[in-house]
């Protein structure tokens, strides 16, 4: 049972352009949401967080967006960057329910097209 | 520098040799985990330590043990590899709940053929 989803496997985009990631989750009582971004050959990095009780955070050139009645989070990269290519992972956590654990999703594999 | 490191990065084994892959963290960091990641699935938990001496089952513990004797090591134990435990492994480690942001080793490459 995939409770966090990612039904993008890849996505190419052109630089200068923006780059939207999504990620859908089933578990409603998930209240912490995540991305993480991989290189190849390299662990997973911390990229930008948001708590259920906000709809956006921001952070430079990264955006995430979480609505909740939809069950959804999205990932906004403005502009995008040849840099920005990596696979990027959407996790999330039921804190205020004591569920210590990060649930991730299947990932996408981001590629900006210079 | 603050890091998390696994060894080794690739091994190659033969199903039901045990092997050990290590992991230990210099950040003085409570919560550490081990997960594998296989093409289509992402990143799923197999033990996580809550600290030293506390271990617990992820999504996926069956054929792994773990240990957490000191507060900077975490090592994954596979005591008798089968073929479907190729895979991608990473160690991670973070303070107090995993819901803060983890830090990821390089990863192991593990082959059991």
């Known amino acids: 049972d995939q409770q966090v989803k990612q039904n993008s496997p890849s996505l190419s985009v052109q630089e200068g352009r923006i780059s939207i990631l999504n990620c859908d989750y089933t578990?409603?009582?998930?209240?912490?949401f995540l991305w993480y971004k991989k290189y190849p050959a390299e662990g997973p990095t911390f990229l930008i967080s948001?708590?259920?009780?906000?709809d956006k955070n921001e952070d430079g050139r990264f955006t995430v967006f979480l609505n909740k009645s939809a069950k959804h989070l999205s990932l906004h990269i403005v502009p995008s960057q040849p840099g920005d290519s990596a696979v990027y992972f959407c996790?999330?956590?039921?804190?205020?329910?004591?569920?210590?654990?990060?649930?991730f999703g299947t990932g996408t594999r981001l590629t900006i097209i210079p | 520098e603050a890091q998390v490191t696994q060894n080794p990065r690739y091994l190659i084994t033969v199903t039901g040799k045990k092997l050990t892959v290590t992991c230990s963290q210099n950040?003085?960091?409570?919560?550490m985990s081990w997960y594998r990641q296989d093409p289509g699935l992402g990143l799923r938990q197999i033990y996580y330590?809550?600290?030293?001496?506390?271990?617990d089952k992820g999504d996926v513990p069956e054929g792994y043990k773990v240990s957490r004797k000191e507060k900077r090591n975490f090592p994954l134990i596979l005591e008798s590899p089968s073929p479907n435990q190729t895979s991608l492994y990473f160690c991670?480690?973070?303070?107090?709940?995993?819901?803060?942001?983890?830090?990821f080793g390089s990863g192991t490459q593990l082959s059991v053929l």
């Open positions: 991670a480690s973070s303070f107090g709940q995993s819901n803060e942001k983890l830090f």
């Open positions: 996790a999330a956590s039921a804190i205020n329910f004591g569920n210590e654990k990060l649930t």
């Open positions: 330590s809550m600290n030293v001496e506390v271990t």
């Open positions: 948001i708590s259920s009780i906000k």
């Open positions: 950040m003085n960091h409570e919560y």
């Open positions: 578990n409603s009582m998930f209240d912490y």
